[in-house]
């Protein structure tokens, strides 16, 4: 047994050595997602010139939904991808990893359409063939463009451009970039296969063991393939991909429904492939107009005080553990401190990105942690109390508890793993670190903590494990309430429904209705708390979300994007958010200034009989050192360079003092030459903002601008994956029943299923009437957050719902079948009653901090909390208990029913 122990020590020490020399340098090498850290801001074009006019309008929510299924397999990194106007997306990805963002953004830009052309024959090999079918296919997509613009009733008069019979592709390019040997393809329907008709992709191996993509048609496309390579036997077949031939081989026999890409690929580009092939391709290809860094998504000052209020809630169930639980406490803490080293480690070495679901998942796996030692030592305790000596109460307690802790934590991890299947981006996110977490608790509690316990005691230094005791030995009828605790929830759940509803999409964020977008520039930097502030406290705008932009990890900036829901219909909402942040910036000097300020018009006496002449003068502001190298030595002269360039009549430029110097913004005094009437000099200021534009145009300077973008945006959370969450849930839930059939009775399912919708529902509820009602001081719209906190109130309720119908099952071993259920459940309650509440407390800690002090962006999620881990301990007690006992009524009715009938029969 000593032997045993020592080996123990050795295996810990070693996991801890592992996992210290794996964290040397943890927070470069854990990843975290666009709500934690920032990363890159993506602003897209979708050019519609080739959709029909009367389809355009529907073309950006398409090419989203496409790129989001794309980016579903990355669904860990937590990718935002928004419809920003009517033709534009707006795509926020994660980190700074430069090799990794080119990928990503190969990702959004390529087409993904695929075809199978059979080669022309050598015929149309020759440069003088090759030229003019090029010249026909761009009069086709020229009279396409036309074709496209014009309205329904004109297009339903004439056909549309005909198809080309040929077209010319290239191979891939080179090692030195350019642009590989054109290939002659046939293009009319009964020599090509679309490859819309691909039902699926997958990464394969082709005959020289290379890296290839393999692909299966299904329907009538495997029929199409079919045919089309049994009747061209000898001739050469070309897989095309966004217009390049990526493969070509000769057809030798009849091919039935499945094909490879071969190429020089690595494993990632067919990874690439296999992905852009699964999720379809895109209406439109989309163009990148400007890309820049942004701040976390939830703000850096939101996250600090977040991760602060973590920390102290952390610190305050680690006290509370050592005073109550005394020596067995410090072991607890002990294991717990293992377990989230064990956690980050793992986060580490898969190398997972971590993002605020998955916050809230380790959250959870924490609390569940705490629960399995307090359930521990609360047997232990019990196992005492019967009179057992310290190491035969040990033994016992920790036997007793194992089979708990296994339901509880095989349960969850169950949900967690259908999450992960099923569910995407947010929900994968939290699934992950859930798994990870439960797998290291559970090894910590058992293995760790008794590991260490079983030596404590084994060597007398702990010969009694005293401990507080804050119930001893209740006897509560709580069955004797559930009549109307059962009407009482009904009533709580159908009112926060019907309130639900009644505020539809008022209860809702950003993140789901869509909104505005609002970029900045300040003329000072100052804190992304400051700015909220400052808004917060003059204006009422709901779901308001601060971004900075700019320099990743500033404490302070000059430029924020702001988000809000949207304040009604049309431009005129739009508009009203960007006047009435300007006017609130502006009264506070904070408004960077416009391109062009002050201008006045002086007239200049004509001496010795002259007529007087008229000068446009004006200030101009330029952002210093965020153009071309050149734009950072920008000087008066350089300046006036470039304004005569354009044509404008510049008679002179000087650098003068202007508002925001401090971030960069250099103002210039630009005089006109004299001109000989007024209307002249009037029509300068046009002139000039023209061909200042026209500069900027092209990058040779960067003019001042307060609102470099308002917009509006759609929600984040596609409707694709509001659909998935609710069925991985529903999944999940499904899981849950054939689990606890198996390990309990199909009636302890259904009952812990009650008491998981009960929760999700109430707690759902009281967010809506939380927003109403207390809207002005807490930020409570349902976001993305909120959807974490939801999935973090499942895991803690089926926790505590298992533990109880664990010693229910316990005390109803070896009973008679005629016992008095109720009063099984009653004692099983009463005994894990001290269990219930420790473990709500100390969970309650954490998060009412987390509420307290964890900042606005951070409030729907703690809140949602709070409700949800007092509602879980209610459930367990009060829904879950009661559910089961009603059906276990009904089960005795039936059979006594049954037993009488055959009883009549004989």
Same mark, same amino acid.
């Given at each position: ?60 929510a ?31 990805l ?8 080119? %990928? ?14 059979? =080669? ?6 020759s ?7 090029? &010249? ?14 014009l ?49 699926? !992709?997958?990464?394969?191996?082709d ?15 495997? &029929? ?10 000898? %001739? ?12 070509? !081989? ?5 091919i ?7 190429g ?17 391709? *895109? ?17 850096? +000052? ?7 209020a ?8 680690? =006290?509370?553990m ?37 916050m ?18 609360? #047997?232990? #305790? ?7 000596a310290?190491?035969a ?21 169950? &949900? ?9 981006g ?8 859930l ?11 058992i ?42 929830s ?9 309130? @639900?509803f009644?505020?539809g ?28 502030? @400052? ?23 000059? %430029? ?6 949207? *304040?009604g ?21 904070l408004?960077?200034?416009?391109? *062009? ?24 502001h ?15 002269? /350089?300046?006036? +360079? ?26 210039? +005094? ?24 026209? @500069?900027?145009?092209t ?18 959370? !596609?409707?694709?994956m509001q659909?998935k969450?609710?069925v ?32 999700? *529902? ?18 409570? /719209? ?25 010693r229910?099952?316990?005390n ?25 509440? @420790? ?17 606005e ?16 301990t ?9 559910t089961? =006992? ?13 037993? !009488? ?6």
């Amino acid at each position: 047994m000593i032997q045993n122990t020592g080996r123990g020590f050795i295996l810990v020490a070693l996991l801890i050595a592992a996992c210290l020399y794996s964290l040397q340098d943890y927070q470069q090498d854990i990843k975290k997602g666009i709500d934690l850290e920032g990363g890159t801001e993506l602003l897209y074009r979708i050019p519609t010139d080739l959709i029909p006019a009367d389809q355009r309008s529907s073309v950006a929510a398409d090419v989203k939904k496409v790129i989001s299924q794309r980016f579903d397999s990355y669904g860990l990194k937590e990718i935002s991808v928004v419809v920003s106007g009517s033709d534009r997306l707006l795509i926020q990805l994660p980190g700074f990893d430069n090799d990794e963002l080119e %990928r990503l953004k190969s990702q959004i830009e390529r087409a993904g359409e695929l075809n199978i052309h059979l =080669v022309s024959a050598a015929e149309y090999t020759s440069a003088d063939v090759i030229a003019e079918i090029e &010249t026909k296919m761009v009069e086709r997509q020229q009279a396409l463009i036309g074709y496209n613009s014009l309205s329904v009733e004109q297009r339903a008069q004439q056909p549309p451009p005909a198809e080309l019979d040929r077209i010319v592709v290239y191979r891939p390019s080179g090692v030195d970039g350019l642009r590989g040997a054109p290939v002659v393809v046939e293009n009319s329907k009964t020599l090509k296969v679309s490859g819309s008709f691909i039902q699926d !992709a997958n990464s394969t191996v082709d005959q020289t063991g290379g890296p290839a993509v393999g692909f299966t048609f299904g329907g009538a496309g495997s &029929t199409l393939f079919a045919n089309l390579t049994e009747d061209n036997i000898n %001739r050469s077949l070309a897989i095309v991909l966004d217009d390049v031939a990526m493969s070509i !081989a000769t057809i030798n026999d009849r091919i039935v429904g499945a094909g490879i890409i071969s190429g020089s690929f690595t494993t990632q580009e067919v990874d690439d492939i296999v992905t852009i092939l699964r999720a379809g391709s *895109l209406p439109a290809k989309p163009k990148l107009e400007s890309q820049q860094t942004v701040g976390a998504v939830l703000g850096k +000052e939101s996250i600090d005080r977040g991760t602060q209020a973590m920390i102290i809630g952390f610190l305050l169930v680690v =006290v509370f553990m050592l005073i109550y639980y005394r020596a067995a406490g410090l072991v607890a803490n002990l294991a717990l401190m293992f377990n989230l080293v064990l956690v980050l480690t793992l986060l580490v070495i898969f190398r997972n990105t971590l993002t605020f679901p998955g916050m809230a998942g380790l959250l959870l796996t924490v609390g569940m942690a705490v629960d399995a030692n307090i359930l521990i030592f609360e #047997r232990i #305790r019990e196992e005492k109390d019967r009179g057992k000596a310290l190491p035969a109460a040990f033994q016992a307690g920790f036997q007793r508890a194992f089979w708990t802790i296994f339901d509880a934590n095989l349960t969850t991890l169950v &949900t967690a793993f259908v999450l992960f299947q099923f569910g995407t981006g947010a929900v994968k996110g939290f699934a992950v670190v859930l798994s990870i977490g439960i797998i290291t608790s559970f090894f910590s509690t058992i293995y760790v903590s008794r590991l260490i316990l079983s030596a404590l005691i084994r060597s007398g230094i702990i010969k009694e494990m005293s401990m507080a005791r804050l119930v001893s030995k209740p006897n509560i009828d709580f069955m004797s309430m559930r009549g109307a605790t059962r009407i009482l929830s009904i009533v709580f759940v159908l009112s926060g429904c019907a309130f @639900l509803f009644w505020r539809g999409s008022e209860a809702m964020g950003i993140d789901f209705t869509g909104g505005t977008k609002l970029s900045i520039s300040l003329a000072k930097p100052i804190t992304e708390g400051e700015l909220r502030q @400052l808004i917060g406290s003059n204006l009422e705008f709901e779901d308001l979300q601060v971004q900075a932009l700019g320099v990743p990890g500033s404490i302070e900036t000059a %430029r924020y994007a702001l988000k809000t829901r949207t *304040l009604g219909s049309g431009a005129e909402e739009t508009e009203a958010f960007k006047e009435a942040i300007g006017e609130l910036l502006t009264a506070n000097d904070l408004l960077a200034p416009n391109a *062009l300020t002050n201008p006045r018009f002086e007239t200049v006496a004509g001496q010795d009989g002259a007529v007087d002449t008229h000068v446009f003068i004006s200030h101009l502001h330029v952002i210093k050192g965020t153009g071309d190298d050149a734009q950072a030595g920008l000087t008066a002269s /350089k300046m006036e +360079e470039e304004l005569r360039a354009t044509g404008y009549p510049v008679a002179g430029v000087v650098e003068t003092d202007g508002p925001g110097a401090i971030v960069g913004i250099v103002t210039f +005094e630009v005089s006109s030459e004299q001109q000989a009437n007024s209307n002249a000099a009037l029509a300068l200021q046009s002139t000039l903002t023209k061909n200042l534009k026209d @500069l900027a145009k092209t990058k040779a300077i960067s003019l001042s601008d307060p609102f470099p973008e308002v917009t509006s945006i759609s929600g984040r959370v !596609a409707e694709n994956m509001q659909g998935k969450t609710f069925v991985a849930l529903m999944i999940s839930f499904m899981a849950i029943v054939f689990y606890i059939s198996i390990r309990f009775e199909l009636r302890f399912g259904m009952a812990a299923i009650a008491a998981l919708v009960h929760d999700i *529902l109430f707690t759902l509820g009281a967010i809506a009437v939380g927003d109403f009602l207390i809207g002005d001081v807490l930020s409570l /719209k349902i976001n993305l957050p909120v959807v974490a906190a939801l999935l973090t109130v499942v895991g803690y309720s089926l926790n505590d719902t298992i533990v109880i119908f664990d010693r229910i099952r316990e005390n109803l071993v070896d009973s008679r079948r005629d016992v008095d259920y109720v009063n099984i459940v009653n004692k099983s309650v009463n005994q894990t009653l001290s269990r219930t509440i @420790l473990t709500s407390v100390t969970t309650f800690i954490v998060v009412l901090i987390l509420l307290l002090i964890g900042g606005e962006a951070l409030h729907a999620f703690s809140f949602a909390l709070c409700i949800g881990v007092c509602v879980g301990t209610y459930s367990s007690i009060f829904v879950a208990s009661p559910t089961l =006992v009603y059906l276990q009524e009904k089960a005795r009715m039936r059979r006594d029913l049954q037993i !009488a009938e055959a009883g009549l029969k004989k």
